[in-house]
């Protein structure tokens, strides 16, 4: 007679075949092979089993399941027997879980970031941190629980073993990734960020203060990125209603000085409120020719000035406001820039990732920010660092600011400059054919805008009346380790492309049981992103209504990594060798892309294809295949796969070259793609040649591109530039100290450098 | 310490700040990257402006 069992952690309990039965029965039941009455008879042969087996001592919970699986075999219930056997092997799955959740929490705790390479997985959070560490423990927990409880088996096991990866698997079950937050819908009328309204702002400053909150907010409902498509047209509203008030001010002290008079205050309000009535136009920074003859009639009439003088008193008045303005403006970027490098999100542990697009705004107003957030960039921040955030995503149009008679060129000028020293902006290219097709003139919603890291949603196949950029992002995102298909194909190509199909089915079908539980989720749930109607029709949605059709506008991604590695696995050697491997590797990601548009077609929703950041990527999924694998040439003997379908950044290779083979992979990776160039510092300086490599991209049909450059920084002396061992401007090495007397004449010589924590 | 003794210490130990774009946003300074993206960064050689460009 069984009395006892002992239980996985030693402790003796009470022999219940009650709870046999139970498990006995759930088996049964999900195999539909019997009911209650089998699972007595089951539970009762258990028994005597186990009396037979343990005569004298208790029997422990593996011996068991041991006995279970063995009576039901005999019983022929052979699919529960299966059943019961895929319980087990989770509750193992489950138990080991949560000591691997342990030690990962123990590590989080006790392990500094800079030793742990774990910690470092997102360079942005600061692992080392209260909150960094905080957010590191949720995410850890949350993985183990989604691994467990919400993935398909097979999707687990595709996961765990570095088959593909879902990206922000931590937040699998909470949020989706991004959006692109049109600004000017969200500032009219006024905005609540669910611990405060805030009125629709009147000024160049509270624009630019209320669209980092935007940004800020919006990051607490999402856990990718934030950007604002349309930053130029956006702040030219807060430009012009800070000059218009400038402008009324100015006239007031243009006519008090003139005419000696004391507070003309009112009486100028009226003059200017009636020209406005009058005209239905107002002061501007290029004011019309009706409102201006409209004032100084007001003039005329108020003061019996001639009508030379009037003209005389709005020249100067303007003048002065438009100076005015133009600082405030200088003013607004540079706290815009600071609050976006300061303010904190996610519990403090991480700084909002943020992008501005911009650059084809033509009012002077547009240009007028463009100018001066390209400033306070070049600026950087109170000693001079270069600002990590945000991202600034020019937006490269012939006829707008492509060409010398351009009306923005001067500002693609500039922005050239600026980026040969700060590395932003980055730029995208509106003239490329996958771009252009969007384009509509007068409508900045054509335009193509990206996401900093290179997400970007345009097309929708849900919705073809709204294939727009603003209010619109990617939902969630999985890669597919393809080096790993390739290797396993044995250079079999018709091997190859049979896996990557499976592979890309399993892959969406993943995206869309993440859809199901987005798709249940409550604008409640978000109370910036969808309370606030910033993501696309969603203020047209009620309490009760779940995100279903809404959150359709956005796109599920299928990602990959390793192109150059897939196509070396395969064929012997990579894209960039020879222009027949540049063909098979088109091929490849024509082939997934091809996937993914047929999947939309199918389901009426956005599947779109990625060339994945991989910031994370790179190092998880080549560490796994060279354990499987070993190290393979060319394909598994680097710390790292390539990027996406990039060139190896070890691969030597022409500017040219390197964007003229990887721009046709931006035209079939829809969901992202970027390309960047290595330039030496020196070359980097030279404005002329940075333009060229710029026009370069442009002609080629890239679509979103960068420049990398070396860009150092002294904070001793706060030199930026290219620092080799020697330090040009004070001439310490690393880590040497510098007299204070060198300090001193340094300081005189350079009155913006910083004063170094610790030397007063 | 006195100031001054501060002063005669000024940048011992201070490293320079290496800002590098990781994949299309940049990091304050290259200690916060993973390994294997330190190990990318080090294998990047430049890309010559000729033929062509």
Not at chain 1, 113 to 130: C, E, F, L, V, Y
Request: hydrophobic share 35%; net charge neutral.
């Amino acid at each position: 007679m069984i009395q006892s069992i002992i239980k996985r952690d030693g402790r003796v309990v009470l022999y219940d075949q009650n709870k046999i039965a139970a498990a006995i029965l759930r088996s049964l039941e999900v195999s539909g092979d019997g009911d209650a009455a089998d699972a007595a008879r089951v539970a009762n042969d258990v028994q005597s089993d186990l009396e037979r087996r343990f005569p004298a001592e208790a029997p422990n919970i593996e011996a068991i399941q041991d006995t279970v699986e063995r009576q039901l075999m005999n019983h022929g219930f052979n699919a529960a027997a299966k059943a019961y056997i895929l319980y087990r092997a989770n509750r193992t799955r489950a138990r080991e879980a949560n000591t691997a959740l342990m030690k990962t929490i123990d590590e989080i705790t006790n392990i500094d970031a800079r030793i742990s390479d774990m910690k470092r997985d997102n360079a942005n959070i600061d692992g080392n941190t209260a909150m960094g560490s905080m957010l590191q423990i949720g995410s850890a927990g949350a993985k183990a629980y989604n691994e467990i409880y919400l993935l398909r088996p097979e999707h687990a096991k595709a996961y765990r073993e570095g088959d593909i990866h879902i990206h922000d698997f931590d937040f699998y079950s909470l949020t989706t990734t991004c959006c692109q937050i049109d600004i000017l819908k969200l500032f009219h009328g006024g905005f609540s960020t669910g611990h405060g309204y805030l009125r629709e702002p009147n000024s160049i400053q509270s624009y630019a203060a209320l669209a980092a909150i935007a940004i800020q907010s919006n990051q607490n409902d999402q856990h990718g990125g934030q950007s604002i498509p349309n930053f130029d047209y956006g702040m030219a509203e807060g430009v012009a209603k800070t000059y218009r008030k400038a402008f009324t001010r100015r006239l007031k002290d243009a006519v008090e000085d003139y005419l000696d008079l004391a507070d003309e205050e009112s009486a100028v309000r009226a003059i200017v409120a009636k020209a406005e009535a009058q005209t239905g136009e107002t002061a501007r920074l290029e004011t019309g020719k009706a409102f201006a003859a409209a004032i100084a009639a007001g003039l005329k009439a108020q003061y019996d000035l001639n009508e030379t003088l009037s003209h005389k008193l709005i020249t100067r008045a303007s003048i002065r406001a438009y100076k005015k303005t133009d600082r405030d403006t200088m003013q607004a970027m540079e706290g815009f820039v600071h609050n976006l490098n300061t303010m904190h999100s996610r519990a403090g542990a991480q700084t909002p990732f943020s992008s501005i697009n911009y650059g084809t705004d033509t009012s002077p107003e547009g240009r007028m920010v463009i100018r001066n957030i390209l400033l306070a960039l070049d600026a950087g921040l109170g000693h001079g660092e270069t600002c990590i955030f945000p991202i600034h995503i020019f937006k490269v149009k012939e006829g707008v600011n492509y060409n010398p008679e351009d009306p923005n060129y001067d500002l693609f000028r500039l922005s050239c400059k600026v980026s040969a020293k700060r590395l932003f902006p980055n730029y995208t290219f509106l003239d490329s054919p996958f771009n252009l097709q969007y384009y509509v003139p007068g409508r900045p919603e054509t335009e193509v805008a990206t996401m900093g890291c290179r997400t970007r949603v345009m097309g929708n196949v849900y919705d073809p009346t709204r294939q727009i950029a603003y209010s619109r992002g990617n939902l969630s995102f999985t890669s597919i380790n393809l080096p790993r298909l390739a290797i396993e194909s044995k250079g079999d190509e018709k091997l190859f492309y049979e896996k990557l199909q499976h592979m890309l089915e399993l892959t969406a079908q993943q995206l869309l049981d993440r859809f199901e539980i987005q798709a249940n989720k409550h604008i409640y749930n978000y109370p910036f992103l969808m309370g606030q109607g910033v993501w696309l029709d969603s203020d047209t949605l009620t309490l009760k209504d779940d995100l279903r059709e809404v959150l359709k506008h956005g796109t599920m991604s299928i990602g990959f990594i390793g192109l150059a590695e897939t196509l070396t696995a395969l064929y012997g050697s990579h894209h960039g060798e020879s222009e027949e491997l540049q063909k098979k590797g088109l091929e490849i990601i024509g082939f997934m892309r091809d996937y993914c548009d047929r999947k939309s077609q199918e389901m009426r929703m956005n599947f779109t294809l990625l060339g994945t950041p991989a910031e994370g990527l790179s190092g998880r999924f080549i560490r796994m295949d060279q354990k499987r694998f070993g190290k393979i040439k060319g394909v598994t003997d680097r710390e790292y796969y390539t990027n996406s379908f990039h060139i190896p950044v070890w691969y030597p290779i022409s500017v040219y070259d390197k964007i003229r083979l990887e721009a046709p992979y931006h035209a079939l990776c829809n969901a992202g793609h970027i390309s960047y160039v290595e330039l030496d510092g020196d070359t980097a300086r030279n404005v002329e040649a940075f333009e060229a490599v710029v026009r370069c991209m442009h002609d080629c049909g890239v679509g979103y591109g960068s420049i990398n450059h070396p860009v150092d920084r002294d904070p001793v002396c706060g030199y930026v530039g290219i620092i080799g061992d020697v330090c040009p401007r004070c001439g310490r090495r690393e880590g040497e100290e510098i007299a204070p007397e060198r300090v001193e004449e340094l300081r005189r010589m350079y009155p913006e450098m910083p004063a170094f924590q610790g030397i007063e | 310490m006195t100031a001054k003794s501060k002063n005669e210490k000024l940048g011992q130990g201070v490293g320079f700040e290496r800002i590098r774009r990781i994949t299309g946003y940049l990091v304050g300074t290259m200690d916060k990257w993973n390994d294997a993206k330190r190990a990318e960064e080090r294998d990047r050689v430049k890309h010559s402006l000729s033929n062509n460009a």
